[in-house]
Nanobody
């Protein structure tokens, strides 16, 4: 069972930047070939896919973040990143990383965009 640990969230001003990290310790044998996605959930809203990346580096982004966020991975470190720029108030949410159709979720990391 793959388990992820998210970090890097915080409070930033609109227009600012943050870099989130998603570590998957103990998955060295399969990490390089699995698709991993960043998801987010704002209070009172459904969890939504923000971006994902295949083992070979093919990326996909939600329309709301395209051009502002960049997902990447370092398979040697079993880590997926989400570089967020030009942040907006609407980006405020708890951010999670996981695989498609996941049945278990971690704590996530809080991102708050406010002036």
């Amino acid at each position: 069972q793959v388990q992820f640990v998210e970090s890097g969230g915080g409070l930033v001003q609109p227009g600012g930047s943050l870099r989130l990290s998603c570590a998957a310790p103990g998955t060295k044998s399969i990490f390089s070939i699995i698709l991993v996605g960043w998801y987010r959930q704002a209070p009172g809203k459904e969890r939504e896919l923000v971006a994902d990346i295949t083992g070979r580096g093919t990326t996909n982004y939600a329309d709301s973040v395209k051009g502002r966020f960049t997902i990447s991975r370092d398979n040697a470190k079993n880590t997926v990143y989400l570089q967020m720029s030009s942040l907006k108030n609407e980006d405020t949410a708890v951010y999670y990383c996981n695989v498609p159709r996941a049945v278990a979720w971690g704590q996530g990391t809080q991102v708050t965009v406010s002036s």
